[in-house]
């Protein structure tokens, strides 16, 4: 005779993602790979049959394999209505974006549509259910915007709703490893419901968990961004400094962030930061203190250290390359940062747009982002127009080109063969990342100007305001 044990009731929460966008979609399979059930829905059928067959909507290292995985694992599964999601889900976790207005504040037009969807949805359904706002919000957003909305459409109160809050922190181009094992959880419940189911669905990550008020939780994310901003834009600062000094940015880098109360990761001179990220929520947050009669100033510096960065980026082109009317330009790099194919806020916009306005023709190329940064270019008005050419390969970026501009870090072009060099009218490369190897650039033939001094090509920095 066999004996059967009991089989043990699972007890593990079940999850549900509302938007499966960058975040929504890492979050909800980072879930999964814990072991934890997650249904999820996106409003746009075209990223649900996507995502269901196995395809991921957007570049992000290793994320195909893990939505292939977990599909097949039967823990990830995509519904087609939010009626469902409401039905099979106890977590209910919004993932829709928050865009920045012009003046800074964030459109809850699309989180506030999801509440209403999802508090719909939740009418004809029993048994405890959690809305949780992943999206990342200003603080009292949770509890005065989307509170109200969900208990009212939901028509429940009480014990059989909870509303949290539960910023994500993951970053572009290493979101799988930010997603599965996140080096913190941050929860804002008013409730021991709503925190102990969190507590739970998280307690299979093994990370530290902080709880705090839905608005403390809000600000948390916010802090964490603007300190995360202002730290690049202070790399930036003092690679500008090292420039007038003649001192290599990078050793002075080194040096500081080494002392453990600094730290070294995000002290790296750029182009600025980009992404959808930064601007967004640090512009965010400053609006939010004027609204309550303050200020973010270390907010407000980072917003216009990063504005000036560009301005100096832009000049440093132009004292290396001199007039730019009818020269070639190569363009490495399209999206935001190596390792995405997000070209939110990325810094080859407004660098295409400048040299384009004054004349250059611009051959740009990304090895991943070329698509959507074809959607996101709009050419600027005004005379002197060149020309904007995307191009499938690196040598056809830099034929015939009078410099090379490296926008984004990746990989492949940081193994610079001799050939590329050849290609090049000019062999000049301004590398805003300072990413490829100087005794490379050396072998190849290549001169480097980066930013911060130290380069071989002893180009003088521009002064401020220097003209083209
Ligand atoms: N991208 C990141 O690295 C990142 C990291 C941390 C936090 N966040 C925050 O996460 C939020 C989402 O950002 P994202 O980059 O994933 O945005 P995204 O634009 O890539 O994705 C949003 C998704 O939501 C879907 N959507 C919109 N309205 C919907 C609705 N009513 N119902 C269902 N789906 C809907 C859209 O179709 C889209 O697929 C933002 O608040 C952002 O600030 C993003």
């Known amino acids: ?26 979050t909800g399979l980072a879930f999964a790979a814990r072991g934890l ?124 709703l909870g509303i949290a809050s539960n910023p994500e ?21 008013s409730d021991a419901r709503s925190r102990a189911w969190l507590e739970r669905a998280y307690r299979p990550f093994r990370a530290p968990v902080f709880a705090l008020t839905p608005s403390g939780a809000e600000l948390v994310k916010y802090a964490s961004n603007s300190f995360l901003a202002l730290k690049v834009s202070f790399a930036n600062e003092i690679a500008r400094l090292s420039d007038r000094l003649g001192v290599n940015v990078d050793a002075v880098i080194q040096a500081v962030g080494h002392d453990p109360r600094i730290g070294d990761r995000f002290l790296k001179a750029g182009p600025g930061f980009g992404g959808s990220c930064f601007d967004k929520d640090v512009r965010a947050l400053v609006h939010r203190a004027e609204e309550l009669g303050d200020r973010f100033r270390s907010g407000d510096a980072a917003l216009r250290i990063n504005d000036d960065q560009l301005a100096y980026v832009l000049d440093r082109v132009r004292s290396a390359v001199g007039p730019l009317r009818g020269k070639r330009i190569a363009l490495l790099g399209l999206a935001f940062k190596d390792g995405t194919d997000d070209v939110r806020e990325s810094r080859a916009i407004p660098i295409a747009e400048a040299l384009f306005s004054e004349g250059a023709t611009v051959r740009a190329h990304d090895p991943v982002a070329v698509e959507n940064f074809r959607r996101a270019w709009t050419p600027p008005n005004g005379t002197g127009a060149g020309e904007l050419v995307l191009v499938a390969t690196v040598p056809e970026a830099l034929e015939g080109a009078d410099a090379a501009v490296l926008q984004a870090a990746w990989p492949e072009y940081l193994r610079w063969p001799g050939a590329w060099t050849r290609r090049m009218r000019v062999p000049l490369l301004l590398d805003l990342r300072r990413a490829l190897d100087r005794g490379r650039a050396r072998r190849v033939g290549l001169t480097v100007i980066g930013l911060g001094a130290g380069d071989p090509a002893g180009t003088p920095p521009p002064r401020p305001g220097a003209s083209p």
């Open 1 to 26: 005779m066999t004996v059967r044990r009991p089989t043990r009731r699972t007890t593990r929460p079940t999850v549900g993602i509302v938007g499966l966008g960058y975040m929504g979609l890492a």
């Open 37 to 160: 059930s997650v249904h999820a829905f996106d409003i746009k059928p075209e990223i649900r049959a996507a995502v269901a067959a196995g395809r991921t909507p957007y570049h992000e290292a290793g994320l195909a394999r893990l939505l292939q995985d977990q599909l097949r694992a039967g823990r990830f599964g995509v519904v087609d209505s939010v009626a469902t999601l409401a039905e099979r889900s106890e977590g209910l976790f919004l993932c829709v974006p928050t865009p920045s207005r012009p003046n800074g504040e964030i459109d809850l037009g699309p989180l506030r549509r999801s509440a209403e969807e999802v508090a719909e949805a939740l009418r004809p359904v029993r048994g405890f259910r959690l809305v949780v706002v992943k999206s990342t919000v200003v603080p009292g957003t949770t509890e005065s915007v989307v509170a109200p909305i969900v208990s009212e459409r939901s028509g429940r109160t009480g014990a059989g």
């Open 169 to 189: 922190f993951l970053a572009e181009g290493t979101m799988v490893r930010d997603a599965v094992e996140p080096a913190r959880i941050v929860i804002g419940t």
